[in-house]
């Protein structure tokens, strides 16, 4: 029976390339998404290359919306390999001075709560197997900070923290968790942000010299999900051209 993976944020960028890559491992997978429309269009995409998809339409803020999606995915599969929490954003800017508390609340909510819910909905099942592994994406604003982003700054960090506490607590039972930090990866919506000028400047930051790729960081999540990294647990990997060397 091929291994369980569940991909958070499976509709967007990066997490359509994280399950474009784990097929290649052979993974059966199921996408979590609150955005319906996204989520069934990348279900069919896939299924027209030949990889079937569950996907399940859900908030993963909200506590019982986590609870009922993971106990329909465990009743119907059994087990969980492999956790990767995707799902996320940073939506809003503001100076820090100006943050409004729901715009706040909202950013941490769908980064840090999102995965901290996920992560608690495979811990006893994962725990019981004495098999699995977690990987959470995070981010290189949570190492440098990013302008009139501090909520997303402090989620992505926040992750950071939750997946080392994670990884001493899961270790005994032989479960890794660990973290990817993507740099500035180049999407339709990170783009969108910049005029050419300004796009090609910033990118001048980057020793390597041009942005990544959403494959780049499903390389990262795959190696981190393999037995490859099985003496790897508590770290986290930094996808970035050089721009933060931790
Ligand atoms: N693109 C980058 O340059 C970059 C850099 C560093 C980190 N990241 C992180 O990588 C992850 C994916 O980014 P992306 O560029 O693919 O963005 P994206 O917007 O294309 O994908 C994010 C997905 O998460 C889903 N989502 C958001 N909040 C949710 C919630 N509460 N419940 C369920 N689903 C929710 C969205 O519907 C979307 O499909 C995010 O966590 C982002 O912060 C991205």
Request: one cysteine or more.
């Amino acid at each position: 029976m091929n291994k369980l993976a569940i991909v958070t944020g499976g509709a967007g960028n990066i997490g359509q390339a994280v399950v474009a890559r784990l097929a290649k491992d052979n993974y059966r997978i199921v996408i979590l998404d609150m955005n319906p429309d996204a989520g069934k269009a990348v279900v069919g995409d896939f299924a027209k290359r030949g990889v079937d998809l569950d996907f399940h339409c859900a908030n993963l803020s909200d506590e019982a919306a986590v609870k009922a999606t993971f106990a329909a995915i465990i009743a119907k599969h059994g087990r969980v390999d492999l956790l990767v929490n995707v799902a996320g954003g940073s939506f809003y800017r503001h100076k820090f001075e100006d943050f409004p508390l729901d715009h706040w609340r909202t950013i941490i909510d769908a980064n840090l709560t999102a995965t901290f819910l996920c992560c608690r909905a495979v811990t006893v099942l994962m725990k019981n197997q004495k098999a699995g592994t977690i990987v959470n994406i995070s981010s290189d604003i949570a190492y440098s900070g990013g302008e009139n982003r501090s909520a997303y700054a402090a989620a992505k960090a926040g992750i950071l923290g939750l997946t080392r506490t994670l990884a001493l607590e899961l270790a005994p039972a032989g479960v890794r968790v660990n973290a990817v930090a993507p740099g500035r990866i180049e999407t339709t919506k990170v783009r969108s942000h910049y005029t050419d000028e300004e796009w090609t400047k910033s990118n001048e930051r980057i020793p390597l010299g041009h942005p990544g790729a959403v494959e780049d960081v499903a390389e990262a999540v795959a190696y981190l999900a393999s037995d490859g990294a099985k003496h790897v647990t508590g770290q986290t990997m930094h996808v970035n051209g050089g721009r933060i060397m931790h």
